[in-house]
C-alpha cells in the first residue's frame, strides 16, 4: 500500500465514533442517489418500449399528416400503402409494418349514441408484433380473415356507456373522404382497457378493410415501421427518408410526448436529489475533517517542524477524505445493488400514477455508467471538500500551529 494512503487511512481510525458517522451519511447518500437515479432510468426504458410499441420506432406519412388538421377522414392518408409497406420491408432491419387508419364519428346501440375515436388495424399483425398493449377484459382480439360481420373492440368504459358486451350488435356512424355520411352495422369481438380511463371511454379498434369501407376509401392515415431493436432508430430513419423523400419520417420520440414530459419532470426532480445529496455529503466530510485538522493542529506543526512540505500535508488529508468518501460510497452502492436486485425477487406493486387506472411493478435499474460516475463524483467531492478545509492549517506559520491549543 502507498505510505501516504496507509498514513491516511491509519488517520480515520483515530476518532472511529466520527468517521463511522461520516462513511454512514455518505452511503446512505450514495444509495439514494443510485437508488432515484435506477428508479429514473427504469422508468424511461419502460415508457420508450411502450411508446415505440404503440406507434411503432417510426412512423412514415405524408408531412401534412403530421402538420395539419384534416377537413375530412384522411385527406392528408397514404394512397398505395401496400406498395409502399413491400419496399420498407424490403430494408433487413424493419421487422414489422402495420397500418393504420385513424377516424372519428358516432358508435350506437339504437337507443343511445356516443363520440368514438376509432383505429382501423390489420389484425393479423397488430397483437402479434406490438404484444399485449391492451388488456381483455372480455371476449378475444379481433382476428383476420372473412367474418360474417365486421367486428369491433371497444374501451371498458365505452361498453359500459352503450351496455355492450361480446357478441353487441353496434352501428359505426363516420363521415367518408368525400364528406357525405356513411353508417355501418358492426359486431363486438372483445371488450380491453388500456389502463387510461379517459382513453377508454372512447377507443374503438376495428379492422383496416371495415375502416376503410365505412370511410369509401383505400387510403390509410400513416404506416408504423417496428424495427428488429430500438437502437436501429436513428440510421433506419435516414435510410427511409433518403429512399422516400416525399414522405415524412418521425421517430417514436416525436409522438411520444407523455414520455418527453415524463423524462423532462424527472430529471429535474432527481438532478435536483442529487445535488441536495451532494452538498449533504460535502457538509458532512467538510466537519468530520475540520474537526480532525483542529485537534492535529499541533501534529501538523510538528510533521512541519521536521520538514514535511504543505504539499504532502495537504495531499494526505485529501485522501483521508478520500479514504472516507470512498469507504462511504461503495457501501452505499452496495445497498442500492442489493435493494434492486430484492426488487427483482420479490416484486413491489407501485399504485396507479394519475391518470391511469392499473398500478406497475417498482423496478429499479443497475445501470453501470451510473454507478461509476455516483462513486467517482462522490470520492471527488470528498477529496476536494477535505483539501479546501486543510489548506489554511497546513499553510499557517509553524511557530503559530506548534502554539495552538
Request: glycine letters at 8%; hydrophobic letters at 50%.
Given at each position: 500500500?502507498n505510505?501516504?494512503?496507509?498514513?491516511?487511512?491509519?488517520?480515520?481510525?483515530?476518532?472511529?465514533?466520527?468517521?463511522?458517522?461520516?462513511v454512514?451519511?455518505?452511503a446512505?447518500?450514495?444509495?439514494?442517489?443510485?437508488?432515484?437515479?435506477?428508479?429514473?432510468?427504469?422508468?424511461?426504458?419502460?415508457?420508450?418500449?411502450?411508446?415505440?410499441?404503440?406507434?411503432?420506432?417510426?412512423?412514415?406519412?405524408?408531412?401534412?399528416?403530421f402538420?395539419?388538421?384534416?377537413?375530412?377522414?384522411?385527406?392528408?392518408?397514404?394512397?398505395?400503402?401496400?406498395?409502399?409497406?413491400?419496399?420498407?420491408?424490403?430494408?433487413?432491419?424493419?421487422?414489422?409494418?402495420?397500418?393504420?387508419?385513424?377516424?372519428?364519428?358516432?358508435?350506437?346501440?339504437?337507443?343511445?349514441?356516443?363520440?368514438?375515436?376509432?383505429?382501423?388495424?390489420?389484425?393479423?399483425?397488430?397483437?402479434?408484433?406490438?404484444?399485449?398493449?391492451?388488456?381483455?377484459?372480455?371476449g378475444?382480439?379481433?382476428?383476420?380473415?372473412?367474418t360474417?360481420?365486421?367486428?369491433?373492440?371497444?374501451?371498458?368504459?365505452l361498453?359500459?356507456?352503450?351496455?355492450?358486451?361480446?357478441?353487441?350488435?353496434?352501428?359505426?356512424?363516420a363521415?367518408?373522404?368525400?364528406g357525405?355520411?356513411?353508417?355501418?352495422?358492426?359486431?363486438?369481438k372483445?371488450?380491453?382497457?388500456?389502463?387510461?380511463?379517459?382513453?377508454?371511454?372512447?377507443?374503438?379498434?376495428?379492422?383496416?378493410l371495415?375502416?376503410?369501407?365505412?370511410?369509401?376509401?383505400?387510403?390509410?392515415?400513416?404506416?408504423?415501421?417496428?424495427?428488429?431493436?430500438?437502437?436501429?432508430?436513428?440510421?433506419?430513419?435516414?435510410?427511409?427518408?433518403?429512399?422516400?423523400?416525399?414522405?415524412?419520417?418521425?421517430?417514436?420520440?416525436?409522438?411520444?410526448?407523455?414520455?418527453?414530459?415524463?423524462?423532462?419532470?424527472?430529471?429535474?426532480?432527481?438532478?435536483?436529489?442529487?445535488?441536495?445529496?451532494?452538498?449533504?455529503?460535502?457538509?458532512?466530510?467538510?466537519?468530520?475533517?475540520?474537526?480532525?485538522?483542529?485537534?492535529?493542529?499541533?501534529?501538523?506543526?510538528?510533521?512541519?517542524?521536521?520538514?514535511?512540505?504543505?504539499?504532502?500535508l495537504?495531499?494526505?488529508?485529501?485522501?483521508?477524505?478520500?479514504?472516507?468518501?470512498?469507504?462511504?460510497?461503495?457501501v452505499?452502492?452496495?445497498?442500492?445493488?442489493a435493494?434492486?436486485?430484492?426488487?427483482?425477487v420479490?416484486?413491489?406493486?407501485?399504485?396507479?400514477?394519475?391518470?391511469r387506472?392499473?398500478?406497475?411493478?417498482?423496478?429499479?435499474?443497475?445501470?453501470?455508467?451510473?454507478?461509476v460516475?455516483?462513486?467517482?463524483?462522490?470520492?471527488?467531492?470528498a477529496?476536494?471538500?477535505?483539501?479546501?478545509?486543510?489548506?489554511?492549517?497546513?499553510?499557517?506559520?509553524?511557530?503559530?500551529?506548534?502554539?495552538?491549543?
Amino acid at each position: 500500500m502507498n505510505p501516504w494512503l496507509k498514513f491516511a487511512f491509519l488517520n480515520t481510525l483515530r476518532n472511529r465514533r466520527r468517521s463511522t458517522v461520516t462513511v454512514a451519511i455518505a452511503a446512505l447518500g450514495t444509495a439514494a442517489i443510485l437508488l432515484a437515479g435506477g428508479f429514473a432510468i427504469s422508468t424511461y426504458s419502460a415508457l420508450a418500449q411502450a411508446s415505440a410499441r404503440n406507434t411503432g420506432h417510426l412512423i412514415v406519412g405524408k408531412p401534412a399528416q403530421f402538420t395539419k388538421d384534416e377537413a375530412t377522414p384522411l385527406e392528408h392518408g397514404l394512397d398505395n400503402a401496400d406498395a409502399l409497406k413491400a419496399r420498407l420491408l424490403a430494408d433487413n432491419d424493419v421487422r414489422a409494418v402495420l397500418p393504420k387508419v385513424e377516424f372519428s364519428g358516432l358508435i350506437s346501440n339504437g337507443d343511445k349514441s356516443t363520440v368514438m375515436m376509432a383505429v382501423g388495424v390489420s389484425p393479423d399483425d397488430e397483437f402479434s408484433v406490438k404484444g399485449p398493449f391492451l388488456t381483455i377484459k372480455a371476449g378475444d382480439v379481433l382476428s383476420g380473415g372473412n367474418t360474417a360481420s365486421a367486428q369491433v373492440m371497444l374501451g371498458e368504459a365505452l361498453a359500459r356507456s352503450l351496455n355492450a358486451k361480446p357478441g353487441t350488435s353496434l352501428t359505426l356512424l363516420a363521415s367518408t373522404t368525400d364528406g357525405a355520411l356513411n353508417a355501418m352495422d358492426v359486431q363486438v369481438k372483445g371488450i380491453f382497457s388500456t389502463g387510461v380511463p379517459e382513453i377508454d371511454k372512447r377507443l374503438v379498434y376495428t379492422d383496416v378493410l371495415t375502416a376503410q369501407k365505412l370511410l369509401n376509401t383505400q387510403r390509410v392515415s400513416s404506416l408504423g415501421v417496428f424495427l428488429n431493436r430500438m437502437d436501429l432508430t436513428a440510421a433506419a430513419q435516414a435510410r427511409i427518408a433518403a429512399a422516400e423523400p416525399q414522405l415524412t419520417v418521425q421517430t417514436w420520440v416525436d409522438q411520444a410526448a407523455f414520455y418527453q414530459g415524463v423524462k423532462a419532470l424527472y430529471n429535474r426532480i432527481f438532478g435536483a436529489l442529487g445535488i441536495i445529496i451532494g452538498v449533504i455529503v460535502v457538509f458532512v466530510v467538510t466537519n468530520a475533517m475540520a474537526m480532525a485538522i483542529i485537534e492535529r493542529t499541533r501534529e501538523i506543526g510538528t510533521l512541519r517542524a521536521m520538514g514535511t512540505l504543505p504539499g504532502q500535508l495537504l495531499r494526505t488529508l485529501a485522501l483521508e477524505g478520500m479514504v472516507l468518501g470512498g469507504a462511504g460510497a461503495v457501501v452505499g452502492a452496495v445497498i442500492a445493488l442489493a435493494a434492486s436486485v430484492l426488487l427483482l425477487v420479490f416484486p413491489v406493486q407501485m399504485p396507479p400514477p394519475p391518470g391511469r387506472s392499473v398500478g406497475y411493478p417498482l423496478t429499479v435499474a443497475i445501470d453501470a455508467p451510473l454507478y461509476v460516475f455516483t462513486l467517482v463524483a462522490m470520492v471527488a467531492l470528498a477529496m476536494l471538500a477535505s483539501a479546501w478545509v486543510a489548506r489554511k492549517t497546513v499553510h499557517q506559520p509553524v511557530v503559530s500551529a506548534l502554539a495552538h491549543t
